[in-house]
């Protein structure tokens, strides 16, 4: 338990002025783990994180982004900013906050 408590505590620290509400930490965190894509995760994390903290909607993760941020970092040789650029603009031109629903609301 205590290692656990270790990553915790080290994974917080990496979301320093990401505490936006736009921003689930624990969805994201989640589906890091569930990406095949890719090996390396902070790209990945670094990505998801910069397009949610974009997007004008709250909250502006869902379930399936990670597999788009991986595709787009997998095709673009690992170039993060890049990656980013990219998903903010498909997040924008395909209205990707009308996608969410909170299932809590349901």
């Given at each position: 338990?205590?290692?656990?408590?270790?990553?915790?505590?080290d994974?917080?620290?990496?979301?320093?002025?990401?505490?936006?509400?736009?921003?689930?930490?624990?969805?994201?965190?989640?589906?890091l783990?569930?990406?095949?894509l890719?090996t390396e995760i902070e790209?990945l994390?670094?990505?998801?994180?910069?397009?949610?903290?974009?997007?004008?909607?709250?909250?502006?993760?869902?379930q399936?982004?990670?597999f788009?941020?991986?595709?787009?970092?997998?095709?673009l040789?690992?170039?993060?900013?890049?990656?980013?650029?990219i998903?903010?603009?498909?997040?924008?031109?395909l209205?990707?906050?009308?996608?969410?629903?909170?299932?809590?609301?349901?």
């Amino acid at each position: 338990l205590a290692e656990e408590t270790d990553e915790d505590e080290d994974s917080d620290e990496e979301h320093d002025g990401y505490d936006d509400e736009r921003i689930d930490l624990e969805a994201i965190e989640l589906d890091l783990r569930r990406t095949h894509l890719l090996t390396e995760i902070e790209p990945l994390r670094q990505v998801l994180m910069q397009v949610c903290a974009m997007a004008p909607a709250r909250p502006a993760y869902c379930q399936g982004m990670n597999f788009i941020a991986a595709f787009l970092l997998r095709h673009l040789n690992g170039d993060a900013r890049k990656a980013s650029q990219i998903f903010s603009l498909l997040y924008q031109a395909l209205d990707l906050d009308s996608v969410y629903c909170d299932r809590k609301q349901m």
